[in-house]
């Protein structure tokens, strides 16, 4: 990312380089991870929002992890400048803000829930800027592509605009504005942290939550709020959960609820309500933990090098709240990949509907 000491300012369409009638580079077909197309036409059904909150990497990964979200791409928005590259956004000379474009379904996801990731899971009081990334294509903006999408976000931005002022904060400096031309950004830029994992990202939300509509404690997609802080895990949690799930302790074999269903469904994070797992991969590994053969997707999950107790092992988190939920191991059935993601009944929530 770019930095600078300056205080950056918005150009003007006069002032902006000129362009090209055509994009500069080839855009993938599909998604990464999601395995959809990154372009329309999208199936019939399918609503589409832009949203723009800093660096556009770790923005994506926000939106394609929710239940829902038909594909996601990221790209250049709110600006002059027709088909720019990367260089030249940076350079300040072309308006647009590093933005993300998020195809939905909203019988499976509505556009306020995907509002409430906006708000939440940055700081939209900074003006040119997101933490350390500084420069007009930083801007926090909402480009709505409709009338009920406008008040939405107008009426979202006012309300959290309140929360964060109670708060301490700053005033909320989100653009809200039609959507214009969204022009793709370059193969690298694309899913960047599924292929590159421990890349940046320079994200950081206030800790002050968006309520839009009734107050939920879980949404229509199945997540929960995330708690920011100990405390708050354990009022959400029981001691029991907040020992597996927080400090990576594990349930006695054979004792967890789950060893032996075989019930279909989904199986969820208990602390976030991150999808995780599909009762068709489950199997009886006689360990005494239920064992799958691999998770939803692969950002479902995060997988980190574990030396504790005298062992080397592969421990297992939430992708969403990282929450511990048990390890991964080599002996699973050779026919489905090898693979035994160990885990805690606890750590767990199966989703029948």
Not at 73 to 98: I, L
Not at 227 to 255: C, I, K, N, Y
Not at 293 to 302: K, L, N, Q, R
């Amino acid at each position: 990312m770019l930095f600078s000491r300056q205080k950056p300012n918005m150009i003007t369409r006069e002032q902006a380089l000129p362009g090209r009638d055509h994009p500069a580079f080839e855009v993938p077909h599909r998604h990464e991870v999601l395995g959809t197309p990154l372009k329309p036409p999208f199936p019939a059904g399918i609503d589409t929002a832009y949203f723009a909150l800093g660096c556009f990497w770790g923005a994506e990964r926000l939106f394609w992890r929710i239940p829902g979200v038909y594909t996601t791409a990221v790209g250049y928005a709110g600006g002059f400048t027709p088909n720019p590259t990367y260089e030249e956004v940076c350079s300040g000379r072309t308006g647009h803000a590093e933005s993300v474009l998020v195809a939905y379904d909203p019988k499976k996801v509505s556009y306020e829930s995907l509002l409430k990731t906006f708000f939440e899971e940055h700081d939209p009081t900074q003006g040119m800027r997101q933490g350390n990334d500084i420069g007009t294509q930083y801007r926090s903006a909402i480009y709505y592509t409709n009338d009920v999408q406008k008040r939405t976000a107008e009426m979202a931005a006012a309300s959290y605009n309140k929360s964060l002022r109670e708060a301490g904060h700053d005033e909320i400096t989100t653009e809200v504005a039609p959507a214009g031309p969204f022009y793709y950004a370059e193969d690298y830029h694309q899913q960047y942290l599924h292929k590159v994992p421990n890349g940046y990202c320079g994200l950081r939300g206030t800790g002050v939550s968006c309520s839009i509509g009734p107050a939920e404690a879980e949404s229509d997609d199945g997540l929960k709020e995330l708690p920011r802080t100990d405390a708050e895990w354990r009022g959400q949690l029981s001691p029991e959960e907040f020992a597996v799930l927080r400090q990576a302790a594990t349930e006695r074999p054979f004792s967890g609820e789950y060893v032996d269903t075989e019930d279909d469904g989904v199986y969820r994070c208990r602390a976030c309500g991150n999808p995780l797992f599909n009762s068709d991969v489950k199997f009886h590994s006689g360990t005494g933990w239920p064992s799958f053969t691999e998770a939803v997707s692969p950002d479902a999950v995060e997988l980190l090098h574990d030396d504790s107790h005298g062992m080397v092992r592969t421990e297992v988190r939430c992708g969403r709240c990282h929450s511990h939920l048990g390890h991964v191991f080599d002996d699973g059935p050779a026919d489905c990949g090898g693979k035994r993601f160990c885990m805690n009944s606890i750590a767990l929530d199966l989703d029948e509907s």
